[in-house]
C-alpha cells in the first residue's frame, strides 16, 4: 500500500502536473485562436466574393441571394476535388483543379452577364427602329421608351422598363440614361445616350438622328460578323491547341499510367505541369490579341 501510494505520489509530480496543464491550456488556446481566426477571415472571404457577386447578379436580373453562390462556390470546389481525386488518386492535383472549381459560379455569372450585353447590343438597332417611328407617330421620347418597354423582348425590355419607372417617380431623363449606360456600357449606348442629351440642349430632328444611327450600326455590325466568319478559324486552332495536352495526358493517364504518373508526382513534374499552363496561357492570349480585331 505504501509502495502504491507513493508510486502514485511520485507520477503526479507537481511540477509534471503544472506542466501538463500549461501545454494543454496552450493547445487550447492555439486551437480556439487559429478556429476564431479561420471564422472572422472566412466571413471576411464570405462578404467579399458575395460583394463582388452582387453587381453580377443585379445586372442579368436574378433575384439569388449572394451568400448562395458563396455556397454553390464551396459545392463545386468540392465537387471538381473529389472528380480529379477520383481520375488521379492524387489529393495535390485534386485540390489544384477544385481551386478552378471555386471560381466556376463567377465565372459562369460574368459568361451569362456577356450574352446578355451581346444580345443588348443586337437589339439597339430594332430599339432605335420603334423609338423613331413611334416618335414620327406624335409620341413623345417618353412615350416611345414606355412602347419599347412593353413590345420587345428582354433585356432591352427590362432596361427600358426601368428607364421609364425612373423617370416615373421623378428621375430626370439624364440620371435615368447614365444609370442605363452604367448597367450596360457599350459603345452603341453611349452614341444614343450622347445623341439624345445633345438633341435636348440644341435641338433637332431625333428620328433623323436615330435613323442615321441605326444605319452605322448596321453597318459595323455587318463588318465585325464578317471579321468574326474570318477569325473563326484560328479561334478554332488556339482551342484545339490547348486541348489536346489535357486529352492526351488523360488519355495516357488510362492506357499507360506508369508514362504520365511522374508528371504530377515529382518536383520536376509539376514544374514542368507549371511550365505548359504558362506556355498555354501565352498562346491563348497571343491568339486572342490576334483575332480581336476592333471595328
Not at 167 to 179: I, K, P, S
Amino acid at each position: 500500500m505504501t509502495y502504491l501510494t507513493e508510486h502514485i505520489a511520485g507520477y503526479f509530480d507537481p511540477f509534471m502536473v503544472v506542466l501538463l496543464g500549461c501545454i494543454i491550456v496552450s493547445i487550447s488556446l492555439f486551437i480556439y485562436s487559429g478556429i476564431s481566426l479561420f471564422y472572422s477571415g472566412w466571413q471576411r472571404y464570405e462578404q467579399r466574393y458575395a460583394e463582388s457577386a452582387e453587381p453580377s447578379l443585379d445586372a442579368i436580373y436574378l433575384t439569388v441571394p449572394p451568400q448562395h453562390v458563396v455556397y454553390l462556390s464551396i459545392a463545386s470546389f468540392a465537387l471538381a476535388t473529389g472528380l480529379w481525386f477520383w481520375l488521379f488518386a492524387n489529393i495535390f492535383v485534386a485540390v489544384l483543379f477544385g481551386l478552378m472549381g471555386l471560381a466556376a459560379p463567377k465565372i459562369l455569372l460574368w459568361w451569362l452577364k456577356r450574352q446578355r450585353d451581346k444580345k443588348f447590343d443586337h437589339q439597339i438597332v430594332d430599339a432605335l427602329t420603334n423609338i423613331g417611328n413611334s416618335m414620327e407617330a406624335g409620341f413623345s421620347l417618353h412615350q416611345a421608351l414606355e412602347l419599347v418597354a412593353q413590345e420587345m423582348d428582354n433585356p432591352m425590355g427590362q432596361e427600358m422598363g426601368l428607364v421609364v419607372r425612373q423617370m416615373q417617380v421623378g428621375m430626370d431623363l439624364e440620371d435615368a440614361l447614365e444609370n442605363l449606360y452604367s448597367r450596360m456600357p457599350g459603345m452603341d449606348l453611349d452614341l444614343i445616350i450622347t445623341s439624345i442629351l445633345i438633341s435636348r440642349e440644341v435641338g433637332g430632328d431625333l428620328t433623323e438622328i436615330f435613323d442615321n444611327i441605326a444605319k452605322t450600326i448596321q453597318e459595323r455590325h455587318r463588318i465585325e460578323g464578317r471579321i468574326k466568319a474570318l477569325s473563326a478559324q484560328g479561334k478554332m486552332q488556339g482551342f484545339v491547341l490547348v486541348a489536346i495536352p489535357p486529352a492526351m495526358g488523360l488519355a495516357l493517364h488510362y492506357i499507360a499510367p506508369s508514362l504520365i504518373e511522374p508528371l504530377y508526382t515529382t518536383l520536376i513534374g509539376w514544374a514542368l505541369m507549371g511550365i505548359i499552363v504558362a506556355l498555354m496561357a501565352a498562346g491563348i492570349y497571343t491568339i486572342y490579341r490576334i483575332v480581336d480585331i476592333q471595328v
